[in-house]
């Protein structure tokens, strides 16, 4: 006694199981990949290479002229560092004297930019509104590099 309801949904059950094993093997072996061909460098906002990271980053081309970007006048906002104010700093080629502290910075999300022939992704990501009320004043973010 054949009951094709029963056969027909064993048959889903299998092909789905198969498909789910499929999709864990193929996440595993990318994670894999990755661990083995990327470095990432993972920086915390409340570092002082938080700032100097941004800092160059905000001198590279690629933000002078992205759709996505966070647009600051000081760093001040990650809190203290011994690095020199932007104001400090000599004017960038190009830029007007009167626009020497503004920079363009990483939006929060996903970047890619070159730099001497490699590819770097920049992940910019915010901590949740209840991590940074714990801070304090100090915008809590992470910035994390691959190459």
Same mark, same amino acid.
């Given at each position: 006694?054949?009951?094709? =309801? @029963?056969?027909g949904g064993l048959a889903l059950m299998a092909v789905g199981a198969a498909a789910a094993l499929a999709k864990r093997g193929w996440d595993l072996g ?7 061909? $990327? ?11 938080? &700032? #100097?990271?941004?800092? #160059? ?5 690629? $933000? +002078?002229? %992205?759709? &996505? *970007? ?5 760093? +001040? +906002? =990650?809190? %203290?560092?011994?690095? &020199? ?9 190009? *830029?007007?004297?009167? @626009?020497?502290?503004?920079? $363009? ?9 070159? =730099?001497?022939?490699? #590819? ?7 901590? !949740? !509104? ?6 304090? &004043?100090? @915008? ?8």
């Amino acid at each position: 006694h054949n009951n094709q =309801f @029963a056969s027909g949904g064993l048959a889903l059950m299998a092909v789905g199981a198969a498909a789910a094993l499929a999709k864990r093997g193929w996440d595993l072996g990318l994670e894999l990949l990755q661990r083995r061909l $990327f470095v990432t460098m993972e920086v915390d906002s409340r570092d002082d290479a938080y &700032r #100097w990271l941004m800092h #160059w980053l905000s001198r590279h081309d690629a $933000f +002078a002229s %992205s759709p &996505r *970007v966070s647009v600051s006048t000081s760093l +001040a +906002a =990650f809190g %203290s560092s011994t690095q &020199r104010p932007i104001d400090a700093l000599p004017p960038q080629p190009g *830029v007007g004297a009167g @626009a020497r502290g503004v920079m $363009f910075l990483p939006a929060p999300g996903d970047h890619v930019v070159s =730099f001497r022939g490699r #590819w770097l992704w920049v992940s910019r990501a915010r901590a !949740p !509104p209840q991590a940074q009320a714990q801070a304090g &004043r100090v @915008a809590v973010e992470t910035l994390t590099v691959r190459v």
